[in-house]
């Protein structure tokens, strides 16, 4: 009769509670950045009802870092959120991992806007349309890709597309309304 031993690892705990950071939770910095987008949104919603207009700046609604748990005012990457208002319209936009704004990689949030969508999980008639769209406006035949998309609660979709080819320029976003007509309502650099 054999006795196997095992090995045992004993490891100490760290002294005081386990406190999880925004980098644990969420290691992706689009993923951390559209947490506070969304944040930043309940926020001039919540400023809406409280008041009945929209904020000035973003100044009017984010509450200052040190009196607040995390700092809104900034993307992952440390930039400004941009906020822009017209009428009872809003946009915030992170200029994303580039620090460029209105490029492929911005990340925005307006009114009525859902949570982001990678490309695959978007409807298949949205994704056409989209890319359509782009390849008339642009004249470009050269292949696109839908990178992701957001649900528009009244208007049906923003589907953002982007060069197959990461090292050329161009793309766009492409609003996809609920009868499948599409419009290109931005276009990259």
Do not use: C
């Not at 196997?4 to 005081?16: F, I, L, N, Q, S």
């Not at 929209?54 to 993307?75: G, I, M, Q």
């Not at 490029?103 to 307006?110: E, G, Q």
């Not at 989209?130 to 292949?143: N, P, Q, Y």
Request: hydrophobic share 40%; glycine share 8%.
């Amino acid at each position: 009769m054999t006795t196997v031993e095992r090995d045992t690892v004993r490891t100490k705990a760290p002294p005081g509670p386990i406190v999880d950071t925004e980098e644990a939770i969420w290691p992706d910095p689009r993923d951390r950045t559209y947490v506070r987008l969304d944040m930043l949104r309940n926020l001039v919603r919540a400023h809406v009802a409280e008041r009945g207009a929209l904020p000035a700046s973003l100044e009017d609604f984010v509450p200052p870092p040190e009196a607040a748990e995390r700092d809104l005012s900034h993307d992952a990457w440390g930039r400004a959120i941009a906020y822009a208002r017209s009428g009872v319209e809003y946009e915030l936009r992170s200029a994303g991992a580039d620090g460029v704004a209105r490029t492929a990689d911005d990340l925005l949030v307006t009114r009525g806007r859902g949570a982001p969508m990678r490309g695959s999980a978007l409807p298949r008639e949205a994704v056409s349309a989209a890319l359509r769209a782009m390849r008339e406006a642009t004249g470009d035949t050269a292949a696109l890709r839908v990178e992701e998309g957001v649900q528009d609660d009244d208007e049906g979709w923003i589907v953002t597309v982007v060069p197959a080819e990461p090292r050329r320029g161009g793309g766009g976003r492409v609003r996809v309304g609920r009868d499948r007509r599409a419009e290109v309502v931005e276009r990259f650099q």
